[in-house]
Every structure is written in C-alpha cells, then in structure tokens.
C-alpha cells in the first residue's frame, strides 16, 4: 500500500513555464485535496475534488488548474509558472464522513521558480 | 471567511512534562470538524486528533487531549509525558461544511531532554 504518491518530489522551473504535479492515491478515496506550505505558514487548499468529476476552488486557486483524471488521479497544472509559486506542495485524499474526514497527505513536492 | 490562528510560534517543553499549545477560530458555521496535524522535520503530515463540533465531549487520543471551546471558538492541544519524538511543527485545522479545510500557520514544538 503505497498511500498517497507525488511526483516530481523537486522541480525548479524559469518564470513562464508550465508544468504538471502528478498526485494518485490507492486507498479509493473520494476526496482529493491540493495544498500549498510557504514558509512560516500553515497548509493553504488550491483546489480540492470532493468526488471523482468534480472540483472545487479553495483559498487560493489563482494561477492553478486541476484535472480529476479518475478515481486515484488529481493533477495539478501551473499553466505559466511565476516566483510567487514557489512553495512546498502537497496533495491529500481522503474517504470523508466515514473516516470522520481524516485525510493522508502525500510526501510533498519542492518547487522552486526562478 | 474561516480563520485559523496559531498565536504561538514556537514553544519548548522538556522531556515528561505537559504542554498545551493554543488555536483559535472563526466561523459562522455551526457543524465542522477540526483537526490537529503533526509535521516533523521529514515534512510528513500526521493526524494527531480530530473533534466534531456537536460532541461536547473533549477528544482524547492516549497522550494527545484537546480542550474544545464552542462558544469561545478555541481548540487547544494538551500533550501530556511530552517525548523527545514529540518535537515538530503542530498545525491546528477546520474543516467547514462544504469540505474545504483551513490552516494554522503552525507551532513549532521543542521538546528538551
């Protein structure tokens, strides 16, 4: 049981490019979160998928997209990256009620953009 | 909007004493859930314990009990017999109605030997 995976686990990019954090979870978990730790600050929610098809924005969705592939699946997209971006991220899933909303968080991804 | 706020940066305990570490919200909402997480060094998040709001009765998870104050919108961690594995950054969390969740800007938790 592998849990929550994220990949890249580092990524440096140049302002303006794009790229995809890939997230998959094999515990066939419903929800699937999108979250963002600056330093000195807690966890922010980019956007979340409460069920397979559907997503949702959270704080802070500007400058972000997300794909809910399938079941296992949530990706997130920054289209033209830029310095404000930089940041740890980290994608979680959870059941929802019947685990009293308890979610597993995957390992992170460090990106930095220059 | 839902607030979270950790007023503590950063606090030190020594080893097998008890410390409470302090959380505070803002809602209007009447049902929600709110959390605790740990993050040690290794950046993993980790439940620590959670608490509906309709249960009046204090979560408890064997050293881990929360002190949760509807009407004062306040959420505090005890952590009793405080261990050296204790020591991480400690994040409160709400969960609103509509699945959304919101973060502390955390406490950073030493715990001395």
């Known amino acids: 049981n592998a849990g929550v995976t994220q990949t890249p686990k580092f990524q440096v990019l140049k302002t303006g490019q794009s790229m995809t954090l890939q997230c998959a979870q094999d515990?066939?978990?419903?929800?699937m979160y999108w979250y963002r730790q600056d330093p000195g600050m807690g966890l922010r929610l980019i956007y979340y998928?409460?069920?397979?098809?559907?997503?949702d924005k959270g704080e802070v969705p500007n400058g972000y997209n997300v794909s809910r592939l399938n079941k296992r699946e949530f990706s997130l997209r920054l289209e033209s990256a830029a310095p404000s971006q930089t940041s740890v991220y980290f994608c979680?899933?959870?059941?929802?009620?019947?685990?009293?909303?308890?979610?597993?968080f995957g390992p992170g991804t460090r990106l930095t953009v220059t | 909007a839902q607030t979270v706020t950790q007023s503590q940066p950063e606090m030190s305990v020594q080893e097998a004493e008890t410390v409470t570490l302090s959380c505070t919200y803002d809602?209007?909402?009447?049902?929600?859930?709110l959390f605790w997480y740990k993050q040690p060094p290794s950046r993993q998040m980790i439940l620590v314990i959670r608490q509906e709001a309709y249960k009046q009765q204090n979560a408890t998870e064997n050293r881990f009990s929360v002190n949760f104050q509807k009407a004062a919108k306040s959420f505090s961690l005890k952590i009793s017999d405080s261990q050296l594995g204790d020591t991480a950054m400690y994040f409160c969390?709400?969960?609103?109605?509509?699945?959304?969740?919101?973060f502390g800007s955390g406490t950073k938790l030493n715990v001395k030997p």
């Open positions: 998928s409460a069920s397979e098809g559907t997503t």
């Open positions: 809602t209007s909402e009447n049902n929600y859930y």
């Open positions: 979680a899933s959870s059941e929802g009620a019947t685990s009293q909303y308890e979610q597993y």
């Open positions: 515990m066939n978990h419903n929800s």
């Open positions: 969390a709400f969960m609103s109605n509509f699945n959304k969740f919101y």
